[in-house]
């Protein structure tokens, strides 16, 4: 697609549940980021996949967050039993991940997700 | 490992005034500098970068930053604020650490006065 694309753009779900979101990047971009984005928080690293090498998940909150990313193309992040602290937007970003001097992330327009 | 700090989660200038955004990293190795802008209700966009070469770097909508190797800095500037610059600009961090992860900073919110 012409960009990065997030699917749903928002979910509401019940604390307890497990929620999942989609992440399809910009076609030909090796690297793949999570973001999430709390108010007052700034934007705050999760999970990066760069190619085939295994993901470096040193920003993931706790185990109830994982995270997936299948062919080298579509992700998936997975919360389970969630919990009203994680009500966040969650971004997914995507670059070339060559490290050239055109290196820039483009980012997907985010799931605003709502625990109750 | 890498970091980024801005000083200031809130910054407020007159139109027209001097718009100054700190930003400092940490890195053991010369990194990428970025600084992204998020407008109200918009995803976030690439403002401009530093990669090598020049260390005063230009961008859209009249933003420029110098790289400071010494002070460890990455400062946004624009010379006369316009309301339409009122957003949420995120400094960021790349290091070749066998890929390109990007680390942001908290982010500083521009409020434009009239």
């Known amino acids: 697609g012409a960009g990065v694309s997030q699917s749903p753009s928002n979910k509401v779900t019940e604390k307890g549940k497990d929620v999942e979101l989609r992440c399809d990047p910009i076609?030909?971009?090796?690297?793949l980021y999570w973001y999430r984005q709390s108010l007052g928080q700034g934007l705050e690293f999760l999970i990066y996949?760069?190619?085939?090498?295994?993901?470096?998940k040193s920003g993931l909150p706790s185990d109830r967050f994982s995270a997936e990313r299948t062919g080298g193309s579509v992700s998936t992040l997975t919360i389970q039993r969630t919990q009203q602290e994680d009500s966040a937007v969650y971004l997914c970003?995507?670059?070339f991940g060559t490290g050239s001097t055109n290196e820039k992330l483009f980012f997907g327009s985010g799931t605003q997700l709502s625990v109750l | 490992a890498q970091s980024v700090t801005q000083l200031g989660s809130h910054v407020s200038v007159s139109e027209g005034a001097l718009v100054l955004l700190r930003c400092n990293y940490s890195?053991?190795?010369?990194?990428?500098l970025f600084w992204y802008v998020q407008y109200p209700n918009q995803g976030l966009q690439l403002l401009l970068k530093y990669t090598t070469g020049a260390t005063l770097v230009k961008g859209i909508n009249g933003f420029e930053a110098e790289f400071k190797k010494s002070e460890t800095s990455f400062h946004l500037t624009k010379p006369s604020a316009h309301m339409s610059d009122a957003a949420e600009y995120f400094c960021a961090v790349s290091l070749n650490t066998g890929g390109f992860k990007t680390i942001f900073g908290a982010g500083t919110r521009l409020f434009v006065k009239a």
């Open positions: 890195s053991s190795v010369p990194p990428y």
């Open positions: 076609s030909g971009h090796t690297a």
């Open positions: 970003a995507s670059s």
């Open positions: 996949f760069q190619g085939n090498s295994a993901p470096d």
